[in-house]
């Protein structure tokens, strides 16, 4: 059984079990509201729990939002960069030459034009993150719109500060972050499952949770392996 509280902004997704302490947690991507209470307690009482943790709550979503920025990359010499979620070392090389990517075992060779500054750098490197993404991407949806029975009208990768993906269930597109490319790419495909998820159930309810249960059950871990710690607090019963 599940309720949801609505405080202002905040949904807070209600789950009831024989557990003895109130769980609430703060799930990544998007900053995401779970509590579960032990069978017996009274919504006015979880309520009243969930005001008292509100400021807990903003930190938590705040901590999320910080971590997905993370420190900025200048794409000089020996500088470290992860693709599909193992690390490189960075050669740069200058060369009169159309400027490309190259990757092996160790090394991610970046070849740009003699002079080109940290931003043109940055843009042929981010060009080749979305070929990566773009030869991968378009499997995963086939493979899981046919077993979600949905469809998808277009994707599109963009750069966000906040959050993995997006779904615009009106218009049927969803957005993945670039940045995705970083991740192992089971965490991408996990996004994508979310997104599409959200084509048969938009809000975060127990109906979008049963799916994600039902289609992709290791998603929890997925999530936190996502922002790497999963952002959790225990509390004694209230
Ligand atoms: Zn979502």
Redesign the pocket.
């Known amino acids: 059984m599940s309720e949801q509280i609505q405080l202002e902004d905040l949904t807070i997704l209600v789950q009831r079990k024989a557990v003895k302490h109130v769980y609430l947690r703060v799930y990544p991507p ?1 900053g995401r509201v779970t509590l579960v209470a032990p069978a017996g307690t009274r919504l006015e009482a979880v309520r009243a729990f969930v005001i008292a943790k509100r400021g807990w709550i903003r930190k938590q979503q705040a901590k999320l939002e910080a971590r997905s920025r993370e420190t900025p990359r200048l794409f000089v010499e020996h500088e470290n960069h992860a693709v599909w979620g193992r690390h490189y070392l960075l050669q740069v090389v200058e060369k009169q030459a159309g400027p490309c990517v190259m990757l092996d075992q160790q090394t991610i060779t970046l070849q740009v034009r003699p002079g080109s500054d940290l931003l043109k750098r940055a843009a042929v490197m981010h060009a080749w993150h979305k070929s990566l993404l773009h030869a991968v991407i378009p499997g995963l949806i086939e493979k899981w719109q046919e077993r979600l029975e949905v469809r998808v009208s277009a994707y599109f990768l963009q750069q966000m500060k906040t959050r993995w993906g997006s779904c615009n269930t009106r218009r049927r597109h969803i957005r993945l972050n670039t940045d995705l490319v970083k991740k192992p790419q089971n965490l991408l495909e996990y996004v994508v499952v ?1 997104e599409l998820v ?1 084509l048969l159930e938009p809000s ?1 309810n127990k109906r979008f949770v049963a799916l994600m249960d039902q289609h992709y059950p290791v998603w929890r871990e997925a999530t936190a392996e996502l922002n790497q710690l999963p952002l959790a607090a225990v509390r004694p019963r209230g």
């Open positions: 998007d979310h959200h975060h």
